[in-house]
C-alpha cells in the first residue's frame, strides 16, 4: 500500500514538473519573442502654451516606423507605405521607452526605444505586396575613385571630394559600414599605372590588404558639369554593376555633392536589402520535437529560434512527460532551415519523416 502511494506520488511530481516546465516555456517564448526594435531615436518638439505630451509620444511612434520601414524595405518599396495612419502603426508595437527627458532651448527632447510585433509587420508589408530584408549590419571595403576628365586627372586619396567626404552625414537606418582604404603610396602608383584602363582594373592587390571580403569599387568620372559613375559591387561572391549619370553637378556646391553620395549610398542599400529579402509569401510548416527531459536542450532551441530572422512564428502544440512537440511556420527551405540551426549547433534528426532534435 505503501509503496503504492509513493508511485503515485512520483507520478503526481512529474506531471507537475512537466506542467511547470510547460508554462515556463510558453512565457519565454513570449515574452522573447523577435521583434524589430529601433534604439536610441530622438524625438524634439516646441515646448510651449500648446505643447501636448501625445502628440511627442505619437510623433516619436510615427518617426520610429519611417526608420524601420528605411532600414528593412528598398527604395521603391517604401513609397508603397509612406501613408499608413499613427493608428496602424501603435497597433504594430509591443513595447516602447522614453528616455531621460531634458528641456534645451525651449525644446524638449526625449529619445525613444520601439520595439515592433515582428510578424504583425510583416503581415502588413505583405498585405502591402512589400517583401522586407532582414536589418542585417555589414561592413564593406569601398574604392572611391574619382577621374577629372577635362584635367586628365585620377585620384584616390588627395584630391577627391569623394573619399573625403563619403563617411560623413550618415543615416542612423544604413546597414552598410564603409571602410575605406588608408592612404597608401603602392595603390596611387598602381592606380596611376592602370588610369588607361581604370574600367577594366579589378584592385586586387589594394583589396587583398583588408580583411574583408565584400567590396564595392566606385569610379566616379566628371567632364564639365556631368557626373557618370560606374559602381562595381561585390557581396556574398556576387558580383552586380549599376551605372549613373548626374548633369548639371557642381561639386563645390555641397548639395549637389551629397545628392550623388546619397543615390550611390542607396543603390548599395537596396542591393544589400535584396539580397536579404524575406519572402513572406513562403510559409512552411514544420513539426519539431524534443525531449522534455533535456531542460537546457529545450532553453537554448528556444534561444535559436528566436534569433532566426526567417522564422515566422513558433508554439508549442502539444507536451507530454516524455516529449515536446513545436509547431513553427518558417519563411524559406527546409535545407536552410537546418543550416540555419546547425550553424547554432543544434541538430535535427528527419529519419521517418520525423523531425526531432537530437
Not at 535559436?304 to 519563411?331: A, G, H, M, P, R
Not at 543550416?339 to 549547433?345: I, R, V
Amino acid at each position: 500500500m505503501q509503496l503504492k502511494i509513493i508511485f503515485n506520488l512520483n507520478k503526481l511530481y512529474i506531471f507537475f514538473f512537466y506542467l511547470v516546465l510547460f508554462i515556463n516555456v510558453i512565457l519565454f517564448s513570449t515574452s522573447s519573442a523577435n521583434s524589430f526594435k529601433i534604439k536610441d531615436l530622438e524625438i524634439s518638439e516646441p515646448f510651449n502654451i500648446s505643447f501636448d505630451k501625445e502628440k511627442v509620444i505619437n510623433k516619436g511612434f510615427n518617426e520610429a516606423f519611417k526608420e524601420l520601414v528605411s532600414m528593412i524595405t528598398t527604395s521603391s518599396d517604401q513609397e508603397k507605405i509612406k501613408n499608413i495612419s499613427t493608428k496602424e502603426v501603435k497597433s504594430l508595437i509591443d513595447s516602447f521607452n522614453m528616455g531621460e527627458e531634458r528641456f534645451v532651448n525651449n525644446l524638449y527632447i526625449v529619445n525613444f526605444d520601439v520595439n515592433f510585433n515582428r510578424k504583425n509587420t510583416l503581415k502588413l508589408f505583405e498585405k502591402k505586396n512589400i517583401f522586407p530584408s532582414i536589418p542585417k549590419k555589414k561592413e564593406i571595403l569601398l574604392i572611391p575613385v574619382f577621374v577629372d576628365l577635362q584635367l586628365n586627372q585620377i585620384s584616390l586619396f588627395n584630391d577627391n571630394i569623394f573619399y573625403d567626404e563619403w563617411n560623413k552625414n550618415k543615416e542612423r537606418f544604413f546597414l552598410l559600414n564603409y571602410i575605406l582604404p588608408t592612404e597608401d603610396l603602392e595603390d596611387v602608383n598602381l592606380l596611376i599605372e592602370n588610369k588607361n584602363s581604370i574600367e577594366e582594373y579589378d584592385f586586387k592587390k589594394t583589396i587583398e590588404k583588408y580583411n574583408i571580403k565584400d567590396f564595392i569599387i566606385v569610379l566616379i568620372f566628371k567632364n564639365f558639369n556631368e557626373i557618370k559613375t560606374l559602381s562595381k559591387i561585390q557581396i556574398n561572391e556576387y558580383l552586380k554593376v549599376e551605372t549613373q549619370t548626374f548633369k548639371k553637378i557642381n561639386l563645390s556646391n555641397k548639395e549637389n555633392l551629397y545628392t550623388i553620395l546619397k543615390e550611390l549610398k542607396d543603390i548599395y542599400e537596396n542591393h544589400w536589402k535584396d539580397i536579404n529579402k524575406i519572402n513572406t509569401s513562403i510559409k512552411l510548416p514544420l513539426t519539431i520535437s524534443i525531449n522534455a527531459s533535456e531542460y537546457k536542450k529545450i532553453l537554448h532551441f528556444e534561444k535559436v529560434l528566436d534569433e532566426l530572422d526567417l522564422l515566422f512564428s513558433y508554439e508549442i502544440s502539444k507536451f507530454n512527460n516524455e516529449t515536446i512537440y513545436y509547431k513553427l511556420i518558417y519563411n524559406g527551405s527546409p535545407n536552410r532551415f537546418i543550416n540555419d540551426l546547425e550553424t547554432k549547433e543544434i541538430y535535427v534528426d528527419i529519419q521517418n519523416q520525423e523531425w526531432k532534435i537530437k
